[in-house]
């Protein structure tokens, strides 16, 4: 059960209906939400511009529209639970775009460790491209494919 | 030791100067508080006692391990600002001296609202009775308004009007600033003493003592973290969370090198990611119930970064001469008693515990405000009307001193007791009632979640259902 473990498994998001097909991570960058608990928060609905998450209330579980999230990553930085993630499977290549708030901060070019949602090192990867939300970096990061649901943290090596 | 930089925070620094321990140099810097300067130069122990040395459990005035003396008089370190040339020393075998009489220098002060406490939910209630137009005055014990607001640094949770994603600080920021502007006057270092029959409060305001008799008060005192008893807990290096996050968040002054953080309540979680951030060490969170307290979204923010969460353990003690060195934790059976051969040694300097709060209404207690304890809101707390008078016509509790909630509920319910002041004083007038509704309704909204459901069944027994 996730509240004696910590966090999520990939299987109960996928059952919670949470987790994109690859088809549509294959088309390109696309929002996953990892906000399983409700929450009294609906900071990542008001960011949205394109009104692709949806909140019932104040509480209840954000619900990303696949259709009209582009993957921009707004969401990602203002989550103030780290719960958003965007993932891409665009041209065959893995992409993971998370949030990082350590030192030193990240740029393009930067290599560093993979995580999972337990810790453990998935590899080494490569920082793509970086912007801030109020001192919250969004980082996408090169992954190989078949970890794009698996990596959620990265750390500088 | 300070820390140089930090991913979110900027750390001021102003007008360097030391001061005096024990005959030592001690470097500080402007708005630092004796005890952060002293923990930043390594200085753990403050106080001996005959069985042991304590050192600051609290950072915020409550526990009173960091007292020192100061220039011959007694004080707390952690509510003491640093000054050049201050000379600070451990107490020895302290005999209060009789204060000296000073004939005819307290002075009166009148005033509309009163507001003790200037954490959320005291600036909150100033900020809507400021806006009515009503003369109010905020009494705050430290030395900065913002209580515990100021060390937090992640983002809250909530919607736009309730700064649902702004960070802890800058909420505080937001509260002071906007305080400031509707005309509220905030008194910092202005401990309230205590409330005399004759209709007045004492308020020592630096070397004055104010007779403050207000027309109607918001008592906002927030909580108190709780202690827990294991061998050693007294030793320096095992403090509050928040103590640590008044050190490294408020201050920049790392708290510790390697640390273990006891209870997985949302604090632990949340000070477990600040201590990452400031550079130090997690080595476990540990957890006497078989299941994390807190989100689980700030579970997995420290789990993906290799944080181990222990449930179903406890801390069995702490170890060390001057101050700590090891944790030792073993895991629990049903009757949550440690199960022997099942132990873990930590060499750990920091034991952090985050396993609740207390609400502080000791003020409302002394006032003869009818209190009940409630388990679930934390403590003693006052009977209260929805629109948060307590028994006492004309004086309101609002946040933490009302019950254990979070900082969201504490704006909210300051809000609802801010507007019940101006009601009271200024008439039912429609727009105040309105946004008192306002106010009541997000409450209710806030409150809508599985982990406030504790909270819910404590306030039907405290809260005492009026026709207005
Ligand atoms: S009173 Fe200063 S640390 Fe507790």
New interface residues.
Partial sequence: MWRSRGYVEVEELKQMGLVPPPERMERGPVAVTECVEEIPCNVCEAACRLGAVSVEGLRGRPRVDWDRCTGCGVCVGVCPGQAMFVVSLAGGEGRVTLPYEFLPKLAPGMRVKLLSRRGEELGVGEVERVFEVNKTQVVTVRVPGELVMEVRAVWPL | MRIA????LEFKRENPHTFAFEGVEVEAFEGESLAAALWAKGVRGLRRVSWGVLGPFCMIGYCSGCLVEVDGRRTRACLEPSRPGLRVGRIGDYVPRLAAEQPGKAEELEVDVMVVGSGPAGLSAAIVSGESGLDVHVFERHFRPGGQLVKQT???????ELF????GF?IAERLVSRAREVGVRIHTRAPVLGYFKEGFFAVSEGERLLLVKPRAVVVSTGAVERLLPFPGNYLPGVMGAGAAQTLMNEYGVKPGERAVVVG?GNVGLIVSYQL??A?VRVLAVVEVM???GG?????????????P?L?RHTVVRAEGGEQLERVVVAAVDERMEPVPGTEKVFDADLLLLSVGLTPESRLLAQMGARMVWSPELGGYVPYRSEYMETSIPGVYVAGDASGIEEA?TAILTGRVAGYSAAVRLLGPRRDLLEKREEALRLLR??R???FSARVVRGLERVIVRVAQ
């Fill in positions: 930089e930090h991913p979110i992640h983002k809250f949770f909530g919607s736009g649902g994603g702004l960070r800058q997985a990452l951030q550079g078989p299941e994390i989100w689980l979204v700030h579970a997995a923010k420290i789990r993906r970064l290799g944080v969460i449930t969201t909204e806030a809508r979640t599985p």
